[in-house]
């Protein structure tokens, strides 16, 4: 079982501002950087943000991470159907549980 | 651009081991700096990080597969490769290779990310 608890869905309307949580501990997500990954259906997973809040070239700045103590957040703004997708967390763990962990995942639905 | 692609059997018995390769094109996998990883995800469920190795050799496993999980590179072909013995049912899964960048720094800890990432393979355990 993954040590990175994120809620298993959030929705919106396009437009709207959805958050992710992500919930870890101070031996990853407290210790060390935060990636986020966008996997939309029957595709391989993409990196959307990396070091808790950089964005790769080409994802749109719609996209924001954030961290704070043992949890890290994701933000989607301005919300588009094509952003209906699974999305994980990550971060490496330095205990026993890693070294290196995903969130459980979240349901992104655009109603 | 960098490229990495999974190649290997989609059907492997039960107790047999599933062997894989991920084929990178595009760039070095004798780049520093980089490790280079497999991660998989069964059906329906979310993503399980398996290892990941440097063209060295040098290895990271889950500590939950360590026991039966085989990572190795061979540079002259641009390649790495997972072995995973024993497997049983829950071994089902797509898997998936991706470049692991990983820092080790004073500042933020351990910086990593996968990206890019292969397709994927779809590898069923079953008799």
């Known amino acids: 079982q993954s040590v990175l608890t994120q809620p298993p869905s959030a929705s919106g309307t396009p437009g709207q501002r959805v958050t992710i949580s992500c919930s870890g501990s101070?031996?990853?997500?407290?210790?060390?950087?935060v990636n986020w990954y966008q996997q939309l259906p029957g595709t391989a997973p993409k990196l959307l943000i990396y070091s808790n809040n950089q964005r790769p070239s080409g994802v749109p700045d719609r996209f924001s991470g954030s961290k704070s103590g043992t949890s890290a957040s994701l933000a989607i703004s301005g919300l588009q159907s094509e952003d209906e997708a699974d999305y994980y967390c990550?971060?490496?763990?330095?205990?026993?549980?890693?070294?290196?962990?995903f969130g459980t995942g979240t349901k992104v639905t655009v109603l | 651009q960098l490229q990495l692609q999974e190649s290997g059997p989609g059907l492997v018995k039960p107790s047999e081991t599933l062997s894989l390769t991920c084929t990178v094109s595009g760039g070095s996998i004798s780049s520093s700096s980089y490790y280079w990883g497999w991660i998989r995800q069964p059906p329906g469920k979310g993503l399980e990080w398996i290892g990941s190795?440097?063209?060295?050799?040098?290895?990271y496993y889950n500590p939950s597969l360590k026991s039966r999980v085989t990572i190795s590179v061979d540079t002259s072909k641009n390649q790495f490769s997972l072995k995973l013995s024993s497997v049983t049912a829950a071994d089902t899964a797509v898997y998936y290779c991706?470049?692991?960048?990983?820092?080790?720094?004073?500042?933020?800890?351990?910086?990593?990310?996968?990206?890019?990432w292969g397709q994927g393979t779809l590898v069923t355990v079953s008799s």
């Open positions: 991706a470049r692991h960048n990983l820092e080790q720094t004073t500042i933020f800890g351990v910086v990593n990310w996968f990206d890019p």
């Open positions: 990550a971060a490496w763990d330095d205990s026993l549980n890693g070294p290196f962990v």
């Open positions: 190795i440097y063209y060295s050799g040098s290895t």
């Open positions: 101070s031996s990853n997500i407290g210790s060390n950087t």
